[in-house]
């Protein structure tokens, strides 16, 4: 028989109480918040980090108020781990990974990041009996496998994973006092419910109005149908804990607002999830949150991911649905980079439809980013020659940009628009790098390598804010990595350089069409003779130079001709090979 899991939590119900909380006690200074008189969200009281978000509990944006200037304490609703993860969960913490980057890098603002692993719950109990497996085993292999995946995809770790099972006495004091408090009661049949009567008005914050969604069966002991679960007595064969109700498991809600109210207390200022958490889930965890704090509000801004979805389909990528890709799949196609890159070009907040045409565009996004960097580096070396370039108008570009780029972050982090500014400053500055002369005089002009320099530098910062990385990505293939692999293709791309400059100097050595009137015959036939040889001598070399070339693209090396220097980088895409 499949072993149970247990714990003696017992004698640590009465001790556990989260930080800063008075358990029990009434009249807590309220800071934020939601008023249940005016229906209403009122701004916390703290310090105006400048930035405006949209807060799911106003449905409008609002001035992000920190209660410390430079922390903000952050919330974050994790995986259920029973299966692999799929893009919409790559995307939901992709997109609030880079709300996390631009809140430190660009605005100065260290977070303090709890993640939830729900590593019990009836998804992973079903699939357990599936597989025949232990459900704490089962949850174990894909808690790793999400982390992998995760790191895959460089979306930083929070500061503590929390595992709800490591914290099942925390969860049972934590309904008790709230059935102290009066908004829970306990069953005969050993559950314990939320009281949503108890609280009135305050139910609702997200769905505006009192419904009847019950998250249990009608058939239930629940006093009303809308009362959710705080704790569940286990039927045979489930795993279970002891309780002062007897063998059980917590309901889904609780654990969020045990674990964010035992680092946090009761002031959190951002919390998150997709846009399906906010209703019941961000609801009912609110309710318990204010029903064992003795508050009127709690988590001061609510950010909600949009979903996202396959083309042609409106319904979300679920595990349940059955209709998603996993992160394993699609990194066997594309890059992180790529998909970092797919999830900027859209709001955090609004639904994303996925597809290999908007793969695509990402991937071209990011090729003009790369080609524009190499082709600045060039001209910076020397090796890219162009006509004198008009400056000012250059730092000009540079300086509005990053002015437009910090004004679209602090705009509810319009991602999209600080792409569009980047592309911008990329198009002025290549539009001037492109007009090449033919004139190797120019090459003694003066060149413009600083505000280049100055571009190149700006734009490498602004990817590795955004979790983007052109140079790691070009030596991250796996394979092609090995510093023998480079130095082979750095000896190969410089001997071929010399043999097609050798072959291009034969080239210039070509006797130009013969003048009928100014040579004799013979001389004119002994002239002809020279140009057949010397072309004849060029072809095959400058044949193999392109062959070699083409070859090397196969491995994923892209050599690029410039005048008669070469250089060479490693191709990101996979499909590119
Ligand atoms: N298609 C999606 N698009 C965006 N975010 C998603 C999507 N699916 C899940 N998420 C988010 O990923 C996080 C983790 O979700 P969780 O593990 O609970 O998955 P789930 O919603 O149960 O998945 P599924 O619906 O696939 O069973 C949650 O914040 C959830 O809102
Ligand atoms: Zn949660």
């Known amino acids: 028989m499949r072993p149970l899991i247990r714990t003696g939590c017992r004698l640590l119900l009465a001790a556990y109480k989260p930080p800063g909380v008075e358990a029990g006690h009434r009249n807590i200074r309220v800071h934020s918040v939601y008023s249940s008189a005016s229906g209403h ?6 310090h105006d980090t400048g930035i405006r978000v949209y807060n799911s509990l106003s449905k409008r944006k609002e001035p992000l108020i920190l209660q410390n200037p430079t922390l903000a304490t952050w919330y974050s609703c994790g995986p259920t781990v029973y299966d692999h993860s799929h893009l919409g969960h790559a995307s939901s913490y992709v997109r609030m990974d880079t709300i996390r980057r631009i809140l430190t890098k660009i605005f100065g603002i260290d977070v303090v990041m709890v993640m939830v692993i729900t590593d019990i719950d009836d998804k992973i109990i079903n699939k357990s009996n599936e597989l025949n497996i232990s459900p704490l085993a089962l949850a174990r292999v894909y808690e790793q496998d999400f982390k992998q995946d995760m790191a895959e995809l460089k979306v930083l770790p929070p500061t503590v994973y929390m595992r709800v099972t ?104 951002i919390h998150t999830g997709g846009i399906d958490l906010a209703f019941p889930h961000h609801e009912n965890e609110i309710a318990q949150c204010e029903a064992y704090h003795q508050c009127d509000g709690w988590g001061n801004y609510f950010l909600h991911t949009g979903h996202l979805h396959l083309k042609g389909n409106e319904e979300k990528m679920s595990k349940s649905l059955k209709n998603y890709i996993t992160i394993k799949e699609f990194l066997k196609s594309f890059s992180p980079d790529q998909f970092r890159m797919f999830c900027l070009r859209s709001k955090y907040g609004s639904a994303v439809e996925y597809s290999k045409e908007s793969m695509q565009v990402s991937i071209s996004t990011l090729q003009i980013i790369a080609s524009f960097i190499d082709d600045a580096q060039a001209y910076v070396k020397g090796q890219l020659i162009c006509e004198p370039v008009q400056e000012a108008i250059l730092w000009e570009s540079l300086n509005e940009t990053k002015v437009n780029v910090k004004a679209a972050f602090a705009d509810d982090f319009d991602t ?78 410089s001997f071929r350089s010399k043999v097609r400059n050798y072959a291009i100097n034969l080239n210039d050595s070509v006797p130009k069409d013969v003048d009928e009137g100014t040579l004799s015959k013979e001389e004119r036939e002994l002239q002809k003779e020279r140009r057949r040889r010397i072309l004849k001598e060029r072809q095959p070399l400058l044949q193999a130079c392109d062959v070699l070339r083409q070859n090397l693209a196969g491995f994923g090396v892209n050599v690029k001709d410039r005048g008669n220097t070469s250089t060479w980088e490693l191709l990101d895409h996979k499909e590119d090979l």
Not at 41 to 46: I, N, Q
Request: with cysteine; hydrophobic share 40%; proline share 4%.
């Open 41 to 46: 969200w009122v701004p916390p009281s703290g």
């Open 166 to 269: 490591e914290h099942i006495p925390q969860i049972i004091s934590f309904i008790q006092q709230i059935i102290a408090n009066g908004h829970a009661y306990a069953t005969p049949q050993g559950n314990v419910y939320f009281d949503i009567e108890s609280i009135g008005e305050r139910y609702g914050k997200f769905t505006g109005a009192l419904t009847n969604v019950g998250s249990e069966s009608a058939a239930s002991d629940k006093r009303q149908i809308r009362d959710f679960a705080l704790w569940k007595s286990s039927k045979s064969e489930e795993p279970f804990w002891v309780s002062p109700w007897g063998k059980g498991r917590p309901g889904w809600h609780i654990e969020c607002s045990t674990i964010a109210s035992s680092v946090f207390g009761r002031h959190l200022d």
């Open 416 to 493: 999209p628009r600080a792409v569009g500014a980047v592309m911008d400053l990329i198009h002025h500055g290549n539009r001037q790098l492109k007009a090449v002369s033919k004139n190797t005089s120019d090459m003694n002009s003066a060149r413009s390598t600083l505000v280049y320099s100055a571009i190149i530098s700006y734009i490498e910062q602004f990817l590795d804010t955004m979790g983007i990385s052109l140079k790691h990505k070009q030596i991250a293939a796996e394979d092609r990595s090995s510093a023998a692999f480079i130095n082979v293709v750095e000896e190969l791309v």
